[in-house]
């Protein structure tokens, strides 16, 4: 069975400090995706990130970076110099490609708390 | 570009009482999906379609119907409200299986 887990449910740090969200997840496919969505206070959902199964570069963008390792099947989210902005809910999300049907499998999220 | 439009924001139901969540997305997009999300529990998924008339269901279904007649509109149905289906939900689209979903405003639903 396809799961997702964040076992980090709340993170706080001071404005300026590295923070790494934690993702690790269970499929039985080969190929699959995985998602990395925020969600600010305000509510929406922003999608950040998809990767899929055959891609394993680590990818960065801006303060934000992706480190996948299908050896320990994880997809950490990393922040560098946080900001206030950065508050939010973090959810990581799986969806595997057998079946076609698109279902995203979501994590229970990590709430970042950025202090200033 | 409205992208995903869901209405209402809020609503407050009795027990008992049935309501239709409207989903609406101007982007032509082919997948369409119901979310509910409830604290601790990130978002699970209620219902999908992968096209104009065809629909499945997901990992909670029980107490929801959908139907998918056009490209456009994915509305959800609360057949008879319970105070277990107290939540925010929230509707998504994507063009292609795989892309990225994109996620309506949501709405958040109380039941007394």
């Known amino acids: 069975a396809q799961k997702v887990t964040q076992a980090q449910t709340e993170i706080s740090v001071v404005e300026k400090e590295d923070v790494t969200l934690d993702c690790v997840y269970e499929?039985?496919?080969?190929?699959?995706?995985l998602f990395w969505y925020k969600q600010p206070p305000s509510g929406e959902l922003v999608f950040l990130i998809r990767?899929?199964?055959?891609?394993?570069q680590n990818e960065i963008s801006g303060r934000y970076s992706w480190n996948f390792q299908k050896s320990t099947s994880s997809f950490n989210f990393t922040i560098t110099a946080s900001q206030v902005v950065d508050s939010a809910v973090y959810f990581c999300?799986?969806?595997?490609?057998?079946?076609?049907?698109?279902?995203?499998?979501f994590g229970t999220g990590t709430l970042l708390a950025v202090q200033p | 570009n409205a992208g995903v439009t869901q209405t209402p924001k809020f609503q407050v139901l009795k027990t008992g009482q049935s309501m239709t969540l409207q989903c609406a997305q101007d982007?032509?997009?082919?997948?369409m999906s119901w979310y509910r999300q409830d604290p601790g529990m990130g978002l699970r998924l209620i219902h999908y379609?992968?096209?104009?008339?065809?629909?499945d269901q997901g990992e909670v279904p029980n107490g929801y119907n959908v139907s998918r007649s056009t490209t456009e509109d994915f509305p959800l149905r609360l057949l008879s409200a319970a105070p277990s289906q107290t939540s925010v939900y929230f509707c998504?689209?994507?063009?292609?299986?795989?892309?990225?979903?994109?996620f309506g405003d949501g709405t958040r639903l109380s039941i007394l």
């Open positions: 998504a689209s994507s063009s292609r299986i795989y892309q990225p979903q994109h």
């Open positions: 499929t039985r496919d080969t190929t699959y995706y």
């Open positions: 990767r899929n199964s055959f891609d394993e």
């Open positions: 999300a799986l969806s595997e490609a057998r079946g076609a049907t698109n279902k995203l499998i």
């Open positions: 982007m032509n997009h082919e997948y």
């Open positions: 379609s992968v096209g104009a008339g065809i629909t």
